[in-house]
């Protein structure tokens, strides 16, 4: 190994650990546009977990699409009569981040 890749191996190394994870990132994503006032990771609140969420849609080929919608538009009467309000303001990269984040169990 040359003496560049050496240093660039070891920066590497000291750079990852520092890095978010997707999950902290997704989780601060979450945290950011008020979704943890309503659901939690593995509890009902207002809203349902998101855990139950993910197995709520778990082997389905259209999960992703349908859950985006859900937070694109709102909705209710799928977990109850608390109804969820439209999150128009969010971009769709974040719309796509969340329902995947979600999706996995919130991990």
């Known amino acids: 190994m040359s003496c560049r890749n050496s240093i660039a191996a070891a920066l ?3 750079v990852l650990p520092l ?19 309503c ?6 609140l207002v809203g349902p977990s998101y855990q139950d969420v993910a197995a709520r849609y778990a082997g389905q080929p259209d999960a992703r699409a349908t859950l985006s919608a859900s937070i ?25 981040r969340l329902a995947n984040w979600i999706l996995g169990g919130a991990k």
């Open 12 to 14: 590497l190394a000291l």
């Open 19 to 37: 890095a978010p994870s997707a999950a902290v990132a997704n989780d601060a994503l979450a945290r950011k546009h008020g979704c943890l006032g």
């Open 39 to 44: 659901h939690a990771v593995a509890s009902k």
């Open 72 to 96: 694109r538009q709102g909705g209710s009467g799928k977990w109850g009569d608390m109804a969820m309000p439209p999150q128009t303001k969010l971009s769709d990269a974040d719309v796509q």
